[in-house]
């Protein structure tokens, strides 16, 4: 009955808070326990979010640092018919 109310997005607020906290009391866990929970689910995120926009430079220098790899999957006339490009960056 208490899981629910707690799933019920009709109930009142109130009653779905109380629902949660009698949930967490029969199973032994605190407040602080839940405050915890959330606060590492907010923390992944946040980093995940930091982690998507990297500085463009840092990007950049990743790049280079896998071209060798990538060089060395690439058919060495593919990799030649884009040296030219490459190099009019670095002039």
């Known amino acids: 009955m208490l899981r629910g109310l707690v799933a019920d997005t009709d109930a009142p607020p109130g009653a779905r ?19 915890q929970v959330r606060h590492s689910a907010d923390h992944a995120q946040q980093q995940a979010t930091e982690q998507a926009f990297k500085d463009p430079q840092d990007m950049a220098r990743e790049i280079l ?4 790899d990538v060089v060395t999957v690439l ?8 040296l030219p490009q490459i190099k009019s960056f670095l002039v």
Request: proline content about 10%.
């Open 65 to 68: 640092s896998i071209l060798p």
């Open 75 to 82: 058919p060495a006339d593919e990799v030649r018919s884009h």
């Open 17 to 35: 808070v109380r629902a949660a906290t009698a949930l967490m009391d029969r199973a032994g866990l605190t407040p602080a326990y839940a405050v």
